[in-house]
T-cell receptor, first 115, second 110 residues
Framework: NAGVTQTPKFQVLKTGQSMTLQCAQD?????MYWYRQDPGMGLRLIYY???????DKGEVPNGYNVSRLNKREFSLRLESAAPSQTSVYFC??????????????FGSGTQLSVL | GQQVMQIPQYQHVQEGEDFTTYCNSS?????IQWYKQRPGGHPVFLIQ?????EVKKQKRLTFQFGEAKKNSSLHITATQTTDVGTYFC??????????FGAGTTVTVRA
């Protein structure tokens, strides 16, 4: 089992460019999440999907969109990147359906720089 | 939203010494989780506490949930170089979203 796989690992964008971060899990988990990690601020939830076919906003959703393509895959899209979106992005999954009672499995992260 | 405060932000420890990191909330929590992130790595789940006053041990790590379920602590005894990293608490208060603390970054002097 690969667990949670994220691509790409590194990305540099210019302001205004768009890109999609890909995430896939092979643990048959129901719930998937996107977090961003900034120095001194811990992990902040961008969007989550409690089950296939549903998505909901987290703490910091502005500037992002998500797609739960199927049970395995949950992508994060930046339509028009801004320097404030420079961060490390983590995808995570949990068995579901009550994510706050379950441990999260994290991917290895994507380091994104927006110039 | 839910806020959890972690202190200290940084902990510099002599190898072999003990230390404690704390996680505090102004609201009652339904549960609390702890994660460890090694430098350059991703967060890895350590433990979940659910019951008031609960204490759990993992080798040299002792986790405690406060009686009022508003705070938690992680105590590490006889610190080793393998303990280097950032420790996060994550808590929820009966909704579907975990809120992470800012983390305690631990460095060890050999």
């Amino acid at each position: 089992n690969a667990g949670v796989t994220q691509t790409p690992k590194f990305q540099v964008l210019k302001t205004g460019q768009s890109m999609t971060l890909q995430c896939a899990q092979d643990m048959n988990h129901n719930s998937m999440y996107w977090y961003r990690q900034d120095p001194g601020m811990g992990l902040r939830l961008i969007y989550y999907s409690a089950s296939e076919g549903t998505t909901d906003k987290g703490e910091v959703p502005n500037g992002y969109n998500v797609s739960r393509l199927n049970k395995r895959e949950f992508s994060l899209r930046l339509e028009s990147a801004a320097p404030s979106q420079t961060s490390v992005y983590f995808c995570a999954s949990s068995l579901g359906p009550r994510p706050t009672n379950e441990k999260l499995f994290f991917g290895s992260g994507t380091q994104l720089s927006v110039l | 939203g839910q806020q959890v405060m972690q202190i200290p932000q940084y902990q510099h420890v002599q190898e072999g010494e003990d230390f404690t990191t704390y996680c505090n909330s102004s609201t009652t929590l339904s549960n609390i989780q702890w994660y460890k992130q090694r430098p350059g790595g991703h967060p890895v789940f350590l433990i979940q506490l659910v019951k008031s006053g609960e204490v759990k041990k993992q080798k040299r790590l002792t986790f405690q949930f406060g009686e009022a379920k508003k705070n938690s602590s992680l105590h590490i005894t006889a610190t080793q170089t393998t303990d280097v990293g950032t420790y996060f608490c994550a808590a929820s208060s009966n909704d579907y979203k975990l809120s992470f603390g800012a983390g305690t970054t631990v460095t060890v002097r050999a």
